[in-house]
């Protein structure tokens, strides 16, 4: 099956930098990859995917690019705001609807 | 329009005994998969329902089952029920059977002890 590796699993940033997460995974045969955040207590939210017929995506501050010959993705949050401050997951999905995640990354925007 | 929705969103079980937690997917969406968030770690896919038919299985033992009615909602039912089963179960839907976003409930927090 895919394996999803993902880092850092902490990272904090002061208010108005940029974060990146980055992912990578094994299966060459995937072919889209979305972004959740996960607030304390709540289920992951979905805030930006990427399909593997394209290079980049951008939504206001957030990006996520994907490099398809290295197997890696990833997110780019820029202008960072406490608000921000969550866990991130990436993911992968190749055939059928099974979702294999990363491990998790744990953000915190210092006002 | 209401979101993924689960029931109930905390329970304390003893081990060996059973439970049942339910979901309701978005409105149109067929598909309806289950995942175990075990603390730090993200998402592990249990099972996904397309259709009321089970469509794809992950690797968990046979004391975990699932189904899902004519209406969509779905049920996923574990037994025996172990210290290591303490998790959030999170219910996520999906439009189509394949290649779609998924979209997660807030989550079914499950203490055994």
């Known amino acids: 099956g895919e394996n999803v590796e993902q880092h850092p699993s902490t990272l904090s940033v002061q208010e108005g930098d940029s974060a990146v997460i980055k992912c990578t995974y094994s299966?060459?045969?995937?072919?889209?990859f979305p972004w959740y955040k996960q607030e304390l207590g709540k289920g992951p939210q979905l805030i930006i995917d990427?399909?593997?017929?394209?290079g980049e995506k951008k939504d206001q501050r957030i990006a996520v690019t994907l490099n398809k010959t290295a197997k890696h993705f990833s997110l780019h949050i820029t202008e960072t705001q406490p608000e921000d401050s969550a866990v991130y997951f990436c993911?992968?999905?190749?055939?059928?609807?099974?979702?294999?995640f990363g491990t998790g990354t744990s953000l915190t925007v210092i006002p | 329009d209401a979101g993924v929705t689960q029931s109930p969103t905390h329970l304390i079980k003893t081990r060996g005994q059973h439970v049942t937690l339910r979901c309701s997917p978005i409105?149109?969406?067929?598909?309806v998969s289950w995942y175990q968030q075990v603390l730090g770690q993200g998402p592990q896919f249990i099972f996904q329902?397309?259709?009321?038919?089970?469509?794809g299985r992950g690797n968990f033992p046979d004391r975990f089952s699932a189904r899902q009615f004519p209406n969509y909602s779905s049920e996923l039912n574990v037994n025996a029920l172990l210290l290591g089963d303490s998790a959030l179960y999170l219910c996520?839907?999906?439009?189509?059977?394949?290649?779609?976003?998924?979209?997660f409930g807030e989550g079914s927090w499950l203490t055994v002890v």
């Open positions: 329902y397309y259709e009321k038919e089970e469509r």
């Open positions: 996520a839907s999906s439009f189509q059977r394949s290649g779609n976003t998924i979209y």
């Open positions: 993911a992968a999905i190749t055939s059928g609807n099974q979702f294999y």
């Open positions: 299966d060459s045969a995937s072919n889209y």
């Open positions: 409105s149109g969406h067929k598909s």
């Open positions: 990427i399909r593997s017929n394209v």
